[in-house]
């Protein structure tokens, strides 16, 4: 097994243990548990307390500058991955595009999609945009320091492995796992790859408070 292997085998040995905590809390916390069940059974897992993000800022798909700690007024789904990505990825953002049109006009007016890339070597705003309008126009992307994304995706139990970008065609190691943010700003838990969206999509208007 290699340096790089071994890497990311510990990263994703501890986004499980994160994860796999953070279920039996939530399971073992007080209150009536069947919605906590079902939101369990559709891949979503909340945070006992809410995790403020960093204060970074990035840029988005339209060469704005976007502070992260300001994703509010909507809830946000953050999923960090990269235009070149050659399978999960575009696999993602489609289940994503079919998921927003299967949730009620109300909440898809509450929800937001963000890429945060992985690859900023290569994701400057203009690849994203061009990128993100095969699946969303909507979908916002962000980029920006290797250093910025990588607190970022720490700080949100998202780990990745920065590439060797001196290599042809080169991948990245990155986590099929989404982030939900909430209206305010913080962090509220995680959606499991992979997507199961009859599901996320019969718990997500609860989850959003939209009837």
């Excluded at 510990?10 to 905590?21: E, F, R, Y």
């Excluded at 400057?124 to 990588?150: H, I, R, S, V």
């Excluded at 995706?153 to 060797?164: L, N, Q, T």
């Excluded at 065609?169 to 509220?188: E, K």
Aim: net charge neutral.
């Amino acid at each position: 097994m290699t340096r790089t292997q071994k890497t990311l085998f510990v990263l994703v040995a501890a986004v499980a243990l994160v994860l796999g905590l953070t279920v039996n809390k939530v399971l073992n916390s007080k209150g009536d548990g069947t919605d906590k069940v079902a939101l369990l059974d559709a891949g979503i897992v909340l945070l006992p307390q809410s995790r403020s993000l960093p204060d970074l800022s990035l840029t988005n798909q339209d060469g704005q500058a976007q502070a992260v700690d300001q994703l509010k007024g909507q809830w946000s789904l953050l999923f960090f991955g990269y235009t070149f990505c050659p399978d999960i990825c575009p696999a993602t953002l489609a289940q994503l595009r079919q998921l927003k049109g299967m949730l009620p006009a109300e909440t898809q007016a509450q929800l937001r999609v963000v890429l945060v890339t992985v690859d900023p070597q290569r994701d400057n705003p203009e690849q994203l945009k061009k990128y993100l309008g095969f699946f969303d126009p909507a979908f916002m992307g962000l980029t920006g320091a290797q250093e910025d994304l990588q607190k970022l995706a720490g700080a949100v139990s998202i780990p990745y492995i920065p590439a060797d970008t001196s290599k042809e065609n080169y991948t990245v190691d990155h986590s099929g796992n989404l982030v939900i943010i909430g209206p305010d700003g913080t962090q509220r838990g995680f959606i499991r790859a992979p997507l199961n969206n009859d599901k996320l999509a019969a718990q997500l208007p609860g989850l959003l408070g939209v009837k």
